[in-house]
């Protein structure tokens, strides 16, 4: 137990180290994005079941559902862990040959200084298929 919480409070203080560095250098980079892109993004650590970054940087791509501005978007992450077909927060596409699933529960709104690369882009079918799911989560 002791050791855990060592490196959860280890993770925090980590990320807390790389998100001042998103916030004052990256803020101000030039960053072009779209609706159905792909992008690996600072998502960093977080709290309980919410979906974190991976590795030391805290990064997981993530699909841009909603364009806001040239600063913000909505972004669904992705997954590599598919769990049945039939899971209804899950949405299975394929960017650059690798398997993924967009997870629909996990939505949340960025800002660019954490869009760190492009990946890919969705095909407008499937992200059709993502936008209808993920509607249908608040009836």
């Not at 364009?67 to 899950?90: A, E, G, H, R």
Request: charged share 30%; with cysteine.
């Amino acid at each position: 137990m002791k050791n855990s919480l060592l490196k959860i409070k280890h993770d925090f203080i980590n990320w807390t180290k790389i998100k001042v560095r998103h916030h004052v250098i990256d803020y101000r980079k030039e960053v072009y994005f779209r609706e159905k892109e792909v992008w690996w993004t600072a998502l960093g650590k977080n709290i309980g079941y919410e979906i974190d970054g991976k590795q030391e940087l805290f990064e997981r791509p993530v699909l841009i559902l909603k364009k806001y501005s040239k600063d913000m978007c909505f972004v669904l992450p992705l997954t590599s862990k598919i769990k049945n077909k039939k899971t209804w927060y899950q949405v299975e596409v394929e960017i650059n040959g690798k398997k993924s699933a967009v997870n629909i529960t996990q939505g949340r709104t960025i800002a660019k200084a954490r869009l760190l690369r492009k990946f890919g882009i969705i095909e407008k079918q499937v992200f059709n298929e993502i936008i209808e799911k993920f509607i249908l989560q608040f009836k």
